[in-house]
């Protein structure tokens, strides 16, 4: 029995088919852990119901941020878990990849989390959640009809979002 | 006029405005509600027209006005001036802004209970005209206020011919035909 012998790299996952986006699916967050905004290009397979699969997420994050700041050997003194910060301020991940796909995340001070998986060959898409923040202040926070703290549901943002994420290398 | 105020600023007094009395100080009496807002846009109007006719001479008659409106005042307000002006020669004006400043961002919930998208939803539609039909009432107060400080007593009233379901991507902009009717009375 052979765990480690034959080919040592992976199949690579199948590359973004032409109709779809390059980009798998997007969370975003508020501050108190409700999903606001569920989209999904590209899913093949679902394991956990809608409700679980946020939680997880947003579990996952909260647990991620704090490891990776708590571990940080560069820091001498001991920074507040939990203060808001700029993004790329303080110590925060800002990614993860695996074999078959690479999430990437942003917190803003306000709290909202962004979170963007998209295939593993994606470069630094630390500019790109940064626009995609800006497409939420814009069509979102600015919309008067949108009560802050519910699912969005804002036609403007999602085709915005659409176009955008299509253009994402 | 060398001040200058932060446009998200005004975009947001002008939306807790409108919530503030449709939700809280009328609630359940959209009509009140409506002529409050126009009378604080009257009075805003009012003011603004006093501003931006600082040092100009009178105007001579009742189209130069219009034009004033449609050119430097809808500039200092929205940045662009009207996309279209018409008249029936008999005192009735048609005020045309194909992408409406103060209403760009606004866009309506496209759940699916509503129907299919890619058809005309009245009930959609209906919902989503009377939510924006409640942030007119302000822009009409402004301009109200503005003709009648230049000797022009009139009624406003705003159409929107085309919600803002766009589904256009050039340009990821958004397009609200709208017009004004202004009738001299």
Redesign the interface.
């Known amino acids: 029995m052979q765990f480690f012998g034959g080919s040592e790299i992976s199949p690579s996952p199948p590359a973004p088919t032409a109709s779809g986006n390059n980009a798998h699916m997007m969370y975003v967050f508020n501050r108190n852990g409700v999903c606001l905004l569920y989209r999904e290009w590209n899913r093949p397979l679902h394991t956990l119901n809608a409700q679980q699969d946020h939680k997880l997420m947003f579990g996952l994050l909260f647990s991620l941020k704090s490891l990776t700041a708590k571990m940080d050997p560069t820091n001498a003194e001991r920074g507040n878990l939990g203060v808001p910060q700029l993004p790329g301020q303080g110590c925060s991940f800002h990614s993860f990849r695996t074999n078959t796909y690479k999430l990437s995340f942003m917190e803003s001070p306000s709290g909202i989390k962004i979170i963007l998986v998209t295939h593993p060959r994606t470069g630094d898409l630390r500019e790109s959640l940064k626009y995609i923040y800006n497409l939420y202040v ?2 979102v926070a ?4 949108y009560t802050p703290g519910t699912p969005i ?8 979002l659409d ?1 955008y994420v299509r253009s994402i290398a | 006029m060398g001040r200058e105020v932060s446009e998200s600023c005004v975009d947001s007094l002008l939306t807790e405005m409108v919530s503030s009395y449709c939700d809280r100080f009328y609630a359940n009496k959209p009509d009140l509600a409506a002529r409050r807002i126009e009378a604080i846009g009257f009075q805003v109007g009012l003011q603004l027209s006093e501003r931006y006719t600082m040092e100009r001479p009178r105007f001579s008659d009742h189209l130069e006005a219009i034009k004033f409106i449609c050119k430097d005042f809808w500039s200092e307000l929205f940045k662009k001036q009207i996309d279209n002006l018409k008249t029936n020669h008999r005192g009735t004006f048609v005020l045309q802004d194909n992408r409406f400043r103060w209403l760009a961002r606004m866009s309506i919930d496209p759940s699916p209970e509503n129907g299919d998208l890619s058809q005309d939803n009245p009930l959609a539609e209906n919902k989503a005209a009377q939510a924006t039909s409640m942030h007119l009432y302000f822009p009409c107060g402004i301009i109200r206020g503005a003709l009648s400080n230049l000797g022009i007593p009139c009624a406003v009233t705003a159409d929107i011919s085309n919600l803002p379901a766009y589904w256009g991507y050039g340009g990821g902009g958004l397009v609200v035909p709208w017009q004004r009717r202004k009738k001299k009375g």
């Open positions: 814009d069509y600015k919309n008067p009809l549901r804002c036609e403007l943002f999602n085709t915005n176009q």
